[in-house]
């Protein structure tokens, strides 16, 4: 089993910056996509930064030069720091891995459970 553990969300005035956190636990053999996906009420989930399996490194165009993507592979976590944030940005962020557990697994996609980020003067 899996498990994604997402932290840093909150309440944040315009400009403000956030980073968020998401550990990953569990019995893994290789990852290969991961980064963040964020939801508004009423919108669909969207990119925002992944790392894909290519080894690029993806933003939307929406957080380009604003968001930094990055990760700690001895902590197994991926960060995504959030600066000039935007009321836009208000979205529930979550974690996202594909990784398979054995050389002979299919690779699968794992979730975190979300953190809210608010935006808000």
Request: glycine letters at 12%; aromatic letters at 10%; a positive charge.
């Amino acid at each position: 089993q899996v498990q994604l553990v997402e932290s840093g969300g909150g309440l944040v005035q315009p400009g403000g910056s956030l980073r968020l956190s998401c550990a990953v636990s569990g019995s893994i053999f290789s990852i290969s996509a991961m980064g963040w996906y964020r939801q508004a009420p009423g919108k669909q989930r969207e990119l925002v930064a992944r790392f894909t399996s290519g080894g690029t490194t993806n933003y939307a165009d929406s957080v380009q030069g604003r968001f930094t993507l990055s990760r700690d592979n001895a902590k197994n976590t991926v960060y995504l720091q959030m600066n000039s944030l935007k009321p836009e940005d208000t979205a529930v962020y979550y974690c996202n891995v594909g990784c398979r557990r054995s050389m002979w697994s299919n690779w699968e996609d794992y979730w975190g459970q979300g953190t809210q980020v608010t935006v808000s003067s």
